[in-house]
């Protein structure tokens, strides 16, 4: 089974604070996306990328970055962390183009922002 | 822009069947079904292809109307186990590639009581 790994599963940060989240997936897949899960708004795109070192924006970029230096790795980055980040992130990853196969998830960080 | 889900919530007891409907305002290549259990990751259940039938396992099963851009997710005689939330996941019918980049609706919350 693929899996999808998020490195922290609860994260309490300060406003200003940069922050990082990272991704790991084991299974050479092309295509890795970060979303923010907020109650009522369902999953949003924040960012995604397609290759090693390709990134595109997704629906919500604003404030945050991303870093893709490996297949394997995407890492999603709060320059200067504000309140209304606070949210549940999840990162996903997609074998081949139109994700037919569908996504893996990963479970989840559950980022605070104080 | 987001599909749009309905309904919100569905409370089923354990034997009855419920529908899920998913609708977009842009033509779609194909849409997504996942469910996400109670501090899990979602989990992929079924793809619906452009031109594709019908599809489904067991007691659950999707179809995908592509003149109205609107899939429905059909869960019959369910099971204590089918309660989550629910998510349809939206690839747009633009030219080129979308390397799997999806858009979620909002979410049904599905509770299934003995």
């Known amino acids: 089974d693929v899996k999808v790994t998020q490195s922290s599963r609860y994260l309490v940060k300060r406003t200003g604070e940069k922050v990082f989240l990272e991704c790991v997936q084991d299974m050479d897949h092309e295509n890795m996306f970060w979303y923010r899960q907020d109650p009522g708004l369902g999953l949003r795109l924040i960012y995604f990328s397609y290759d090693v070192k390709m990134k595109e924006k997704g629906d919500i970029p604003e404030g945050y970055s991303v870093s893709r230096e490996k297949k394997e790795r995407f890492s999603l980055i709060l320059e200067s962390a504000s309140t209304n980040q606070t949210s549940m992130y999840l990162c996903?990853?997609?074998?081949?183009?139109?994700?037919?196969?569908?996504?893996?998830f990963g479970s989840g960080t559950r980022l605070t922002v104080v | 822009q987001q599909p749009v889900q309905s309904p919100q919530a569905v409370i089923l007891r354990e034997g009855e069947d419920a529908v899920i409907n998913c609708s977009s305002s842009?033509?779609?290549?194909?849409v997504h079904w996942y469910r996400q259990k109670h501090g899990e990751a979602p989990v992929f259940l079924m793809i619906l292809l452009k031109g594709g039938e019908q599809k489904g396992h067991e007691k659950i099963s999707a179809s995908f109307n592509e003149k109205k851009q609107q899939s429905s997710l059909y869960l019959t005689a369910s099971q204590l186990s089918y309660s989550g939330t629910y998510f349809c996941?939206?690839?747009?019918?633009?030219?080129?590639?979308?390397?799997?980049?999806?858009?979620f609706g909002q979410g049904t919350i599905l509770t299934v009581h003995p």
């Open positions: 996941g939206t690839d747009p019918n633009a030219g080129g590639t979308s390397y799997g980049k999806l858009t």
């Open positions: 842009k033509a779609l290549y194909s």
């Open positions: 996903a990853s997609s074998l081949l183009d139109r994700a037919i196969y569908g996504y893996t």
